[in-house]
C-alpha cells in the first residue's frame, strides 16, 4: 500500500460524503437497535418481579423500582453462596482455555509438521467431534470423566480440554499449514530443539489464531450448563450458568428480576475482558480465522 | 512403536486411577431431592441427623428441568449412588423399576396413615411412598366475590359458576377486578392446565370405566367439560387470548394478589406465598373444586394427590438402604422432622404429622367430612408427561387464539396419549 | 503477497519432521489423552448405547438396529430433519449475506465503525437462552399472535435471533479478508474503468473466499446443530398432529433423551444427526476450498 493511499485513508473521516454520511447515521440507528435485548434486561434488572413479564418494556418506575434488590437476593439466594460460584466460573473459565490454547496449539503443529497416518486420524476425528451434539455423549462423558475422579473444578479442565479439542485443532492446523516452514528449518538448523522452535518462533506467529480460538473457548465455558452440571460434584461445587438455574423453582417458577441482575453480574467479566482487548480481539478473531 | 507405546502406557495410567477402594461399613444417606424450594430445608434436616446420630447424610437437589437428567447420571455412580430419590407417577414407576426397593412392611410404611398416595409396581409391590400430599381448586378471593355481590355458597356447579364469572367479566370496567386471572401457557403456567385441569376429563373417564393401571389408550368421553371450563378461563378474563403463552404463573399469580382477578386456579403450595410474601387476608381466601358440567359435580371435593414419593435405591448395599430407611423413620417421627415436613409440605400423610394452618387444606377436610368425593390424580398415569403435555398446551394455545379447532386439543388428548404410550413401552 | 503456498503435501520437511516426532510425548500425547476421555471414549460408548435400551448407562439391554428402525420411524424426527435443513440454509445465506455488507460497509471509513463493530460483536459474547427469552417477549410482543401458534412467524424470528447472534463474529472474518485484498487489483480494476459491482463481483469475492469457506463452515454447522435458542423461542410448537411444526434435530433429539425408555432411540438419532452434519460440512468444505484462490 502506497503512502498516498495511506494519507488519503487518514485523510477521509475529515470530509465524509453525504453517502458516508447517511451509512453512519443508518448504522448508529441499526447498533441501538442492536444492543435493545441486553439494554432491556439491565433495566429489568431494576424491577420487582411481578413487573417484569408483565410489561417487560416499561422502564422501571416508582412502583416496579426495587433498587439493588435484585441483585443482593440473587447473591443470597439458597445456600450455596454466589461468590463461590463466581469463583470457580473464572477458575475454570481461564484455566480450561489456557490449557486448550497450549495443548491443541502444540497438537497441531505437530499434526501438521508430521503429518503421519496417526496424526491425519487424530486431526479428522477433531474435525468430526466438532458436529456431534452433546447429548450424544453427556451420560458416558459424565460417567467417564468420574471414574477418572475429574468432578472437581481443579480438574474439569481436562474434559474441557478433550472435549473442545475439535475446533481448536481445526483452527491451528489452518493456520499452521499457512506458515512458511522456512523459517523453522532456519531454526532447526542453527540447533534449536522442537520445544524451543515451537515456543520462541512458531507460537509468537500464531497469536492471532490464539486469540480467535480464546474467544470461542471463553465464552463457550463461561456460559455453559450441562457439562459442567453433569460433571462437577453438585454438592460441592457450582458454576455462574448453574447457579441461575437454581434460581428457578419446580413448575418452572422463576424470579425473573433476580435472574435479570445475575445476567448483568454474569455479563461485567466478559464485557470487561472484551474492552480491554477489544483490539486484539478484532483483529485477532480475525486475522486467525481467515488463516483457517 | 514409540508412540503406541505411549499411548498404551498412558491408557494403563488412566485405568490404575479408575481402581480406587470403596469405603465399606456404616451405611450412609444420600438424597436426590426434586424440589429446589425445599433445598435449604433439607441441608439443614440432614445437618441435625447427622449430628444427632453420626450417620452420613448427604442432600442433592436437582436444577430446575433436570431432575431425570440428574437421576440417570447420578445413578451411575456405583458406589455414590443416590440412596434415596424420588418417583412422581407411573411413568417413573415403569422407568425406575429396577432401582425401587418394595417397602411393604418397613417401619416407615407402618407409620403412615394412609396409603392412598403411594405407588405401585406391575407386581403390586409399593415402591414408592407419597410423603406429602397437596390439593387444587379454583382459589377464590371471597372479599372481591361479595363485593360483586355474590358469595361462595352460590358456586355449586359449573352452571354457577360460569353465571357469577360471566357477570363479573361483564361488569369488569365499574368492578376493577376481572373472573378469572391470566390462564398462561408459559412453561412456568401451563402444566395449571396440561396437567392439573387435565385430571377433570382424565379422572371422570378412568372412574367410568374403572381403570386403575395405566390404560394404553384414552377415548377423551369428558373432553366437552374441558372445553367447558377451558373457555371459560379464556373468556371471562382480561388476559389476550390470542397471546397466551406470553402469561407466567408469576402473572397469574399478580393478578389476584392485586385484587385484579377472583379467580384463580392453583394449588395449596400457593398459601405460603398468598398469605405470607404477599400479605393477603387468609380469611378472604377459600378453593372451590374445579366444576366443569359433569353430572353430579355438586358432590366434588377438591383435586387431591401427589407427585412427591419417596424411592429407596434397591442397588444400594443394605447398609445404606438401613439408613436411608432409619433416616426417613426419624424425618417423619421427630420433632425436627415433621415441624420441617409441615412447614415445607404442608400435612403430611404420617401419624406424627404436625397441624397445618394452611386454609386450602382446611377446606379439602371439610369437603371430606361433608362426604364428597375425592378428585383423586388421574393424571399420574401419563405416559411421556412432558412431551404428551406440551402437545396439549401447544394446542391449546392454537386453539385460544383461533389458528386451529377444538380437534386440534382433541387429537392431543387422544392420539398423543397413544403415541406416547407407544413410545415409552 | 505473492508468497507461493505450498500443497498440502509440503508442509512439512524431514529436516523438522523427526526431532518433533521424537517429542510425540510432549506436544500430541497430552491433547490426544485428554480427547480420548473427553470425547473418544464417551462417543465410542455412545454408538454402543444406540443399539441398546437403556435407563442408566450402566444398565443397557442389547437391541441392534431396533433403535435406528425407531427414529426413523418417527415422523417427528423426519419432519425436524426437513424443517433444520431449512433453518441452516436460509441463515446460512443471511447471516453471510448481512455480515458481508456490514464488513464492506464498515470498511469504507464511516465515522464511528470501530464502535459499529463493537457493537455488532457483543451479541456473540452472550449465551443463548438468556436473550433468547428477551428475543421471544420482544418478538411476540410485535406480531399479531405469538411465534408458537404460527409457524412461519416462529421460523423467522429465529432467524432473526440467529443473525442477531452470529452476523458479528462472521463480520469481523469478513472485515479481515476484505482488508487482505490487494490493493493494487482495487486499484487496476478502477483504472480500467470497472464499476463498482464489477469489482466486487470479480475481485472482492474471489479475494476472501478464505473468509467465505470458515464462516459458511461455521454458520452452516450451528444451524445444523442449533438447541438453546429453538427450546426457549417456540420449544417446537405449534404442534399440528403430533408433529413439532418448529422443531428442529437437536430439540428433538433433546426431548427423545428426557423420555422414559426411549434413551437408546435417542442416541440412534444422534447418531444419525452425527453422520448428516458431518456429511453436509465435508461437502461444503470441498465446495468451498475448490473456489479459493491460490495467493
Not at chain 2, 401419624?351 to 378428585?375: C, I, P, Q, R, W
Not at chain 3, 463481483?201 to 459458511?216: F, Q
Request: with cysteine; proline share 4%; hydrophobic share 45%.
Amino acid at each position: 500500500m502506497s503512502q498516498a493511499v495511506k494519507a488519503r485513508k487518514a485523510a477521509l473521516p475529515e470530509k465524509q460524503s453525504p453517502g458516508k454520511l447517511a451509512l453512519t447515521v443508518l448504522f448508529a440507528v441499526i447498533s441501538v437497535a442492536w444492543m435493545m435485548p441486553i439494554i432491556i434486561v439491565l433495566y429489568n434488572s431494576f424491577k420487582e418481579n411481578g413487573f417484569v413479564n408483565a410489561n417487560v418494556f416499561a422502564l422501571p418506575n416508582r412502583e416496579s423500582f426495587v433498587g439493588l434488590n435484585n441483585y443482593v437476593n440473587g447473591i443470597t439466594f439458597g445456600n450455596y453462596p454466589f461468590y463461590n460460584s463466581a469463583g470457580y466460573s473464572v477458575y475454570i473459565t481461564i484455566v480450561s482455555t489456557g490449557l486448550i490454547l497450549l495443548c491443541t496449539s502444540m497438537a497441531a503443529w505437530y499434526i501438521s509438521r508430521v503429518n503421519d497416518l496417526f496424526s491425519r486420524i487424530v486431526y479428522y476425528l477433531c474435525v468430526f467431534s466438532m458436529v456431534v451434539p452433546f447429548q450424544m455423549v453427556m451420560f458416558t462423558l459424565a460417567n467417564t470423566a468420574r471414574e477418572l475422579h475429574l468432578d472437581t473444578p481443579w480438574t474439569i479442565p481436562v474434559v474441557y480440554l478433550g472435549f473442545g479439542a475439535g475446533l481448536a485443532v481445526f483452527m491451528f492446523v489452518g493456520f499452521v499449514k499457512s506458515i512458511p516452514i522456512d523459517i523453522e528449518e532456519a531454526a532447526a538448523i542453527d540447533g534449536c530443539s522442537p520445544m524451543r522452535t515451537f515456543f520462541s518462533v512458531v507460537l509468537p506467529m500464531m497469536k492471532p489464531t490464539l486469540i480467535s480460538v480464546g474467544v470461542l473457548e471463553i465464552m463457550w465455558v463461561w456460559n455453559d450448563y450441562l457439562l459442567p452440571y453433569l460433571v462437577l460434584d453438585q454438592t460441592k461445587y457450582k458454576t455462574i450458568p448453574i447457579h441461575i438455574q437454581y434460581l428457578q423453582g419446580s413448575y418452572g417458577r422463576v424470579d425473573l428480576g433476580a435472574t435479570m441482575a445475575l445476567i448483568i453480574l454474569s455479563l461485567i467479566p466478559i464485557i470487561v475482558f472484551y474492552l480491554s482487548c477489544q483490539k486484539h480481539i478484532i483483529k485477532g478473531v480475525a486475522a486467525g480465522a481467515v488463516k483457517g | 512403536m514409540r508412540k503406541l507405546f505411549a499411548v498404551l502406557l498412558a491408557a494403563a495410567m488412566l485405568l490404575s486411577m479408575m481402581s480406587f477402594a470403596s469405603a465399606e461399613g456404616e451405611g450412609k444417606v444420600y438424597y436426590l431431592n426434586f424440589k429446589p424450594e425445599a433445598d435449604q430445608a433439607w441441608q439443614a434436616l440432614a445437618q441435625q441427623y447427622q449430628a444427632l446420630t453420626g450417620v452420613e447424610v448427604k442432600v442433592l437437589t436437582a436444577a430446575s428441568g433436570s431432575y431425570s437428567t440428574t437421576l440417570t447420571s447420578e445413578m451411575d455412580k456405583k458406589d455414590a449412588a443416590p440412596t434415596l430419590f424420588q418417583i412422581g407417577n407411573a411413568e417413573g414407576v415403569a422407568t425406575w423399576a429396577d432401582y425401587a426397593l418394595p417397602l411393604d412392611g418397613t417401619e416407615l410404611m407402618q407409620e403412615m396413615t394412609t396409603e392412598d398416595f403411594n405407588l405401585k409396581n406391575a407386581a403390586g409391590q409399593t415402591v414408592a411412598v407419597g410423603y406429602c400430599y397437596e390439593a387444587y381448586g379454583i382459589i377464590t378471593n371471597k372479599a372481591l366475590l361479595e363485593k360483586a355481590g355474590y358469595s361462595v355458597a352460590d358456586i355449586t356447579n359449573f352452571e354457577s359458576l360460569k353465571k357469577v364469572a360471566d357477570d363479573i367479566h361483564a361488569r369488569a370496567a365499574e368492578l376493577g377486578f376481572d373472573a378469572f386471572t391470566s390462564a398462561g401457557l408459559d412453561g412456568s403456567s401451563s402444566w395449571r392446565f396440561s396437567g392439573h385441569l387435565t385430571n377433570m376429563p382424565l379422572f371422570y373417564e378412568f372412574r367410568d370405566d374403572g381403570v386403575t393401571e395405566q390404560p394404553a389408550t384414552v377415548k377423551g368421553s369428558y373432553l366437552n367439560a374441558y372445553k367447558n371450563i377451558w373457555d371459560l378461563y379464556i373468556t371471562d378474563s382480561a388476559a389476550d387470548a390470542k397471546k397466551l403463552s406470553g402469561y407466567t404463573g408469576a402473572d397469574a399469580e399478580k393478578d389476584f394478589y392485586d385484587g385484579k382477578a377472583v379467580f384463580f386456579q392453583n394449588g395449596t403450595w400457593e398459601y405460603a406465598d398468598l398469605t405470607g410474601k404477599y400479605g393477603m387476608n387468609p380469611d378472604d381466601l377459600c378453593m372451590l373444586p374445579i366444576y366443569c358440567g359433569v353430572e353430579g359435580e355438586e358432590n366434588a371435593a377438591l383435586c387431591a394427590g401427589t407427585e412427591n414419593c419417596w424411592a429407596v435405591n434397591a442397588k444400594a448395599s443394605e447398609a445404606d438402604q438401613k439408613a436411608t430407611l432409619d433416616f426417613l423413620k426419624w424425618v417423619v417421627t421427630s420433632e425436627e422432622g415433621t415441624q420441617m415436613m409441615a412447614e415445607q409440605f404442608g400435612p403430611i400423610p404420617f401419624k406424627a404429622a404436625k397441624a397445618s394452618s394452611n386454609v386450602f387444606f382446611n377446606d379439602a377436610t371439610e369437603m371430606l367430612n361433608a362426604g364428597k368425593y375425592v378428585v383423586t390424580w388421574a393424571f399420574n398415569y401419563t405416559p411421556d408427561v412432558d412431551n404428551w403435555r406440551a402437545g396439549i398446551v401447544s394446542a391449546l394455545e392454537q386453539y385460544s387464539a383461533g389458528a386451529a379447532d377444538w380437534g386440534e386439543v382433541e387429537y392431543a388428548f387422544v392420539d398423543g396419549w397413544a403415541t406416547a404410550y407407544a413410545n415409552t413401552h | 503477497m505473492t508468497k507461493k503456498k505450498r500443497s498440502a503435501g509440503a508442509v512439512t520437511s524431514p529436516l523438522i519432521r523427526r526431532p518433533i516426532q521424537r517429542r510425540f510425548a510432549i506436544f500430541l500425547l497430552p491433547t490426544f489423552v485428554c480427547f480420548c476421555i473427553g470425547f473418544l471414549w464417551p462417543f465410542l460408548q455412545g454408538l454402543y448405547l444406540s443399539l441398546n435400551k437403556f435407563t442408566t448407562t450402566s444398565n443397557a439391554e442389547w437391541v441392534g438396529f431396533g433403535n435406528y428402525v425407531k427414529a426413523w420411524n418417527d415422523p417427528g424426527f423426519r419432519a425436524a430433519f426437513g424443517y433444520t435443513a431449512r433453518v441452516a440454509v436460509v441463515s446460512l445465506v443471511l447471516i453471510n449475506v448481512l455480515a458481508f455488507f456490514v464488513a464492506y460497509a464498515l470498511t469504507r471509513e464511516i465515522r464511528g465503525s470501530s464502535l459499529f463493530r463493537g457493537v455488532f460483536f457483543v451479541p456473540n459474547l452472550i449465551g443463548g437462552i438468556v436473550l433468547g427469552y428477551i428475543w421471544k417477549t420482544i418478538i411476540d410482543s410485535v406480531l399479531p399472535v405469538s411465534m408458537s401458534i404460527q409457524a412461519e412467524y416462529g421460523f423467522w424470528g429465529l432467524i432473526v435471533v440467529m443473525c442477531w447472534q452470529q452476523v458479528g463474529y462472521m463480520m469481523i472474518i469478513y472485515i479481515a479478508g476484505l482488508q487482505a485484498v490487494p490493493e493494487d487489483m482495487l486499484e487496476a480494476a478502477r483504472i480500467d474503468g470497472a464499476n463498482g459491482w464489477k469489482t466486487l463481483w470479480y475481485i472482492t469475492l474471489p479475494n476472501v473466499m478464505p473468509s467465505i469457506t470458515i464462516c459458511t463452515f461455521l454458520s452452516l454447522t450451528n444451524g445444523f446443530k442449533l438447541y438453546d435458542q429453538n427450546l426457549v423461542l417456540t420449544n417446537g410448537a405449534p404442534v399440528r398432529r403430533g408433529i413439532g411444526a418448529t422443531e428442529m434435530l437437536a430439540l428433538n433429539i433433546a426431548k427423545t433423551f428426557s423420555t422414559a425408555n426411549q434413551r437408546g432411540v435417542a442416541q440412534a438419532k444422534a447418531v444419525l444427526f452425527f453422520i448428516l452434519v458431518t456429511t453436509i460440512a465435508l461437502i461444503q468444505l470441498w465446495a468451498t476450498r475448490r473456489k479459493e484462490v491460490q495467493q
